[in-house]
């Protein structure tokens, strides 16, 4: 069977070479006579894997050593709970920028245990840039200031870094860690859902600099506390072995290829192919303004939803799959996540001049 060029935001495409390999260990991991999904997450294979997978995304990021890594569950939905659990004690309140959907997720979730200030948002613009914050906005008190780095629905990316004076910032990196570099020093606490860049759904990476662990709320049940978890360091429970074994993997497979710094300018030029072809055509549209744009998830759009919808399946029924836009946006969107090669965005962009001159 063929595999597809797989555009989904997520779960979303994986290195070929990655999955090969896991196919050959399925049955047998390292001549241990099981799989990795069978073995015990306090075996010595398993502690291998884990530590291999941490030095791989410590390598990667250039994590510094006053940060620790961990590996969670329950997705990056589950961290809009744990940043304000684990940050309550350092001050009830924190400044949150809105971006788009996963930013107001992060919103409403956090106001239901601490105060919220909204320091700038670009909502009324429906999201189609990234907000400045004005200086005045952000509260010298606050515990922390959220932003989200890679607007996955509106297809906007801070490409740089906001300057939050001595507060932390905590980042939702979920759709674009490890594909574009930037500077963890800046950081306090990085998290992200592990199924667009990572690997499988179900690991939730959690970058967390050593001042900001033992701040947590008494509210915060066990398994919410980056304490216990920094403590067991990711053994506090059982974490999802498999997943993690995969992580280490892609992370191997990003390193040989020259780590972020390399994929990030093959992303950009992937990135640039596709946004050349929407702006020199007369048919497609990039609701979002240039300096702010993705290199990750591109949303365009054709002039009426009846084109929208055909294009969707034609390209669909060349191979080219998972186009459609999310609901918020419309049109289409175009993950292109580090493991999607530039021959499936050539495919893509070939597909969508043929479509306008079909369809002029
Ligand atoms: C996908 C996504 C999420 C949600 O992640 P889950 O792992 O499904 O909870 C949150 N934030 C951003 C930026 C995302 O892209």
């Known amino acids: 069977m063929a595999r597809l060029y797989n555009f989904s935001a997520g779960p979303a495409?994986?290195?070929?070479?990655?999955?090969?390999?896991a196919a050959e260990e399925m049955l047998d991991y390292d001549g241990c006579g099981m799989s990795v999904m069978e073995m015990s997450h306090r075996s010595l294979q398993f502690n291998e894997i884990i530590d291999g997978a941490q030095h791989g995304l410590r390598e990667l990021m250039h994590i510094p050593e006053n940060y620790r890594i961990l590996f969670l569950q329950g997705g990056a939905s589950s961290q809009f709970a744990m940043v304000p659990l684990n940050l309550m004690k350092r001050s009830g309140k924190a400044d949150y920028i809105n971006s788009g959907y996963w930013s107001q997720k992060a919103i409403d979730e956090a106001k239901r245990y601490i105060s919220v200030n909204v320091a700038a948002s670009s909502e009324n613009v429906k999201f189609n840039r990234i907000p400045g914050i004005p200086r005045s906005s952000l509260d010298p008190d606050a515990g922390y200031v959220h932003i989200t780095t890679n607007n996955t629905i509106y297809g906007t990316a801070y490409h740089e870094i906001p300057e939050t004076g001595g507060v932390p910032l905590v980042a939702d990196?979920?759709?674009n860690i490890i594909g574009q570099y930037y500077d963890v020093k800046k950081f306090g606490i990085i998290y992200a859902g592990a199924q667009k860049n990572i690997g499988p759904a179900g690991l939730t990476v959690v970058i967390i600099r050593d001042d900001l662990v033992g701040f947590a709320g008494d509210i915060t049940p066990a398994m919410f506390n980056y304490k216990k978890h920094v403590e067991k360091d990711s053994l506090y429970n059982t974490p999802p072995t498999f997943a993690i074994y995969i992580a280490k993997l892609v992370f191997e497979w990003l390193i040989e290829r020259g780590g972020v710094a390399g994929i990030e300018q093959v992303n950009r030029e992937k990135a640039r192919l596709i946004y050349d072809c929407i702006d020199n055509s007369a048919l497609y549209k990039s609701p979002v303004v240039a300096e702010d744009r993705s290199i990750m998830t591109i949303p365009f759009m054709l002039p009426t939803e009846g084109l929208n919808a055909k294009f969707v399946k034609e390209a669909g029924s060349?191979?080219?799959s998972g186009l459609k836009g999310h609901r918020a946006v419309g049109g289409m969107r175009a993950s292109i996540y580090n493991a999607m090669?530039?021959?499936?965005?050539?495919?893509?962009v070939d597909f969508m001049k043929k479509f306008e001159r079909d369809n002029r």
């Open 13 to 21: 495409a994986l290195p070929e070479s990655v999955l090969k390999r």
């Open 173 to 175: 990196m979920s759709s």
């Open 318 to 320: 060349i191979g080219l």
């Open 341 to 348: 090669p530039i021959n499936g965005v050539k495919q893509l």
